[in-house]
């Protein structure tokens, strides 16, 4: 039986499709009833992409009986917009849903979210890296990912990141190294195009220039007086784990020895054999059985 699909859904459809293009996407049954609308909703910026600083997904699941029926609604990956303001949209858009039965509604749910972007055009998340948030002055930085950073804090991350890269390859044999370092987005670990050295020119954000000196109060002096005296008693116990001491301990031999864990079995043989893991060097191991090994 052939589905009868509601005109005024069609014709809302249509037209928003033609106004949004490839911000809007529809999800059409086989019998061609539209059932979920999705929008990327931006600040009307005059399509000047660089001055939007805030978006969201704009869900909207069309309900049988639509628009007679309202509708379900849910915000989707909102980018600089904060719990709060989020929690405003959506109270209004269910306000919208509910007053509004019988008329199709979608551009109307589309243009409210847009108006609110557009009011608080500013990102309302702190920065993820120094935790503060942005003062009206500071130097941030959206990525193409939609995640914002002081621009002061992105140059010390993408700085700190590369020295750490570049460490990292030096312990490596050649064949293993790679030249190619990117910096990626510290929240989404998408690759980030940016040029640190206009960055790193950027002044501190203006909440860690008036941030006052954390000086550590009695309570936390006690405190690390505390863990200063279990750090001891722990590493007099062998309990501490040295980074560079546990590399050396793990080494890959040929000759003359090694010993293959397996479970809790210890097996001795030649290094022909190329299963499970192998451990040598005239030191003692253990594996994650706990079980102690000693080699000669
Ligand atoms: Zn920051
Ligand atoms: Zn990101």
Known sequence: MEEQVDERVLEEIEALE??????????KSTGGTPYLVEADVFPATADDTDQQYVRVTLEVKLNPGYPDNPPEVLLRNPRGLDDERLRVI?????????????????????????????????????????????S?????????CYHYYHAYCLAEHATKTEKFFREEQEKLPQFQRSQTFEVLCPICREPIKCDVETLSKA?????VQSASIME????????????SALYIQQKE???????????????????????????????VGSS?????????????CTNTEGVRLCLE
């Not at 550590?216 to 863990?227: I, T, V, W």
């Not at 116990?237 to 864990?261: H, R």
């Open 216 to 227: 550590p109060d009695a309570k936390l002096r006690e405190l690390q007086d505390y863990m």
């Open 90 to 134: 959506m109270e209004q858009i269910e306000e919208k849903c509910q007053s509004c039965c019988g008329d199709p509604i979608l551009y109307d749910l589309i243009e409210l979210v847009r108006e609110h972007l557009t009011s608080s055009n500013l990102p309302a998340c702190p920065c993820t890296i120094c935790l503060y948030g942005f």
């Open 237 to 267: 116990k062998g309990g501490i784990i040295d980074p560079d001491a546990a590399d050396s301990k793990v080494l890959l031999v040929n000759e003359p020895y090694y010993v293959v864990i397996k479970s809790s079995q210890t097996v």
């Open 18 to 27: 033609a106004i949004l293009m490839d911000d809007v996407s529809v999800k």
């Open 203 to 207: 002044p501190l954000p203006l909440a």
């Open 136 to 144: 009206d002055g500071d130097h941030f930085i959206k990525t193409t």
């Open 272 to 284: 022909t054999s190329n299963s499970n893991h192998l451990y040598g060097g005239g030191e003692s």
